[in-house]
């Protein structure tokens, strides 16, 4: 069964990056699909923020695209999101997803985490 | 970019009711539609892809149509498990993907 486990700070000073990492379980990265982010701030809707390849190509929101950098690191069966210059409307639950296809569905996901930014 | 939007925002229904959902695209987007069901506290569950089809293992009572820039999502029988927000998806070739706002769906 796939899993897929988000991990990192849960406070983020204003202004600084917001780093997430994308612990995948029950199958390999490296074996193919892309690998998404998606938040949700406190009582609102979904937002994608970004997907990557295991070959490393990335497309990303283009509301978000000039402060979000997506990586994958194979050999660990993981993927990243780093977010920066964050500011209190990125308060919200990060989640991360598997998508069979570019752009396709979100079949597989994460149980969220929520960052809050803050001083 | 294209824009999602969802009717009604929120709506009440008793056990066993038919409940309808209704999401329009602000251009053509062909069938590349899929529609979530999340709960509270809760990552979202795919429960149609492609506007009409049903993810594996999503009870049959839930059900999608349409094409173009207007969709329908159905619960044929509302059951207590069902109480969630409902979101729709598009992607695009452009290579993104836009939620709708959500309906949120509560038993009477």
């Known amino acids: 069964q796939v899993q897929l486990q988000e991990s990192g700070p849960g406070l983020v000073k204003p202004s600084e990056t917001l780093s997430l990492t994308c612990t995948v379980s029950?199958?390999?990265?490296?074996?193919?699909?892309?690998w998404g982010w998606i938040r949700q701030p406190p009582g609102k809707g979904l937002e994608w923020i970004g997907s990557?390849?295991?070959?490393?190509?990335?497309y990303y929101n283009p509301s978000l695209k000039s402060r979000v950098t997506i990586s994958v690191d194979t050999s660990k069966n993981q993927f990243s999101l780093k977010l920066s210059s964050v500011t209190a409307a990125d308060t919200a639950v990060y989640y991360c997803?598997?998508?069979?296809?570019?752009?396709?569905?979100?079949?597989?996901w994460g149980q969220g985490t929520l960052v809050t930014v803050s001083s | 970019d294209i824009q999602m939007t969802q009717s009604p925002s929120s709506l009440s229904a008793s056990v066993g009711d038919r409940v309808t959902i209704t999401c329009q695209a602000s251009?053509?987007?062909?069938?590349?539609l899929n529609w979530y069901q999340q709960k509270p506290g809760k990552a979202p569950k795919l429960l149609i892809y492609d506007a009409s089809n049903l993810e594996t293992g999503v009870p049959s009572r839930f059900s999608g149509s349409g094409s173009g820039t207007d969709f329908t999502f159905t619960i044929s029988s509302l059951q207590p498990e069902d109480i969630a927000t409902y979101y729709c998806q598009q992607y695009d070739n452009l290579l993104t993907f836009t939620f709708g706002p959500g309906t949120k769906v509560d038993i009477k």
């Open positions: 029950g199958y390999s990265i490296s074996s193919g699909y892309y």
């Open positions: 990557i390849y295991h070959s490393g190509s990335t």
């Open positions: 997803a598997r998508d069979p296809r570019a752009p396709y569905y979100f079949d597989y």
């Open positions: 251009q053509d987007i062909s069938n590349y």
